[in-house]
């Protein structure tokens, strides 16, 4: 059973930067697509980015692109989400999820979750 968790979720002031990590468990990064969410309080769960692990590639929500990267590390088992330049309207909570399968900007598609990790960005 795959199992995901999210860490390095905070508070922070508008224009710095947070890493959030995924570590997987029961699988190998390396054969899943992995899609990072995010669900502002009280709205519907949005795409963020996905990291397609056949060739990594690479696509990103438009009101992100050039602010955050999605990165993998094969040894640490581990993805990534960059987050550079924050603003308060990316404040939500972050979620990645995975599938050996089926890759896209549809929640739905994803079999794997982890619980989520709260990011807070200040004015």
């Known amino acids: ?3 995901l968790v999210e860490s390095g979720g ?3 002031q508008a224009g710095g930067s947070l890493r959030l990590s995924c570590g997987v468990s029961g699988g190998t990064v390396s054969r899943y697509h992995i899609g990072w ?5 009280g709205k519907e769960r ?3 980015g996905y990291f397609n692990w056949r060739g990594g590639i690479t696509a990103y929500t438009d009101s992100v692109k050039g602010r955050f990267t ?3 590390d094969n040894a640490k088992n581990t993805m ?3 987050m550079n330049s924050l603003k308060p309207e990316d404040t939500a909570v972050y979620y990645c999820a995975a599938d050996s399968v089926r890759l896209g900007r ?3 598609l994803y079999d794997y979750w982890g619980q989520g990790t709260q990011v807070t960005v200040s004015s």
Do not use: C, N
């Open 10 to 12: 905070g508070l922070v």
């Open 70 to 72: 999605i990165s993998r």
């Open 1 to 3: 059973q795959v199992q």
């Open 106 to 108: 549809d929640p739905g």
């Open 37 to 41: 969410f995010r669900q502002p309080l």
């Open 80 to 82: 990534y989400l960059q």
């Open 46 to 48: 949005e795409f963020v």
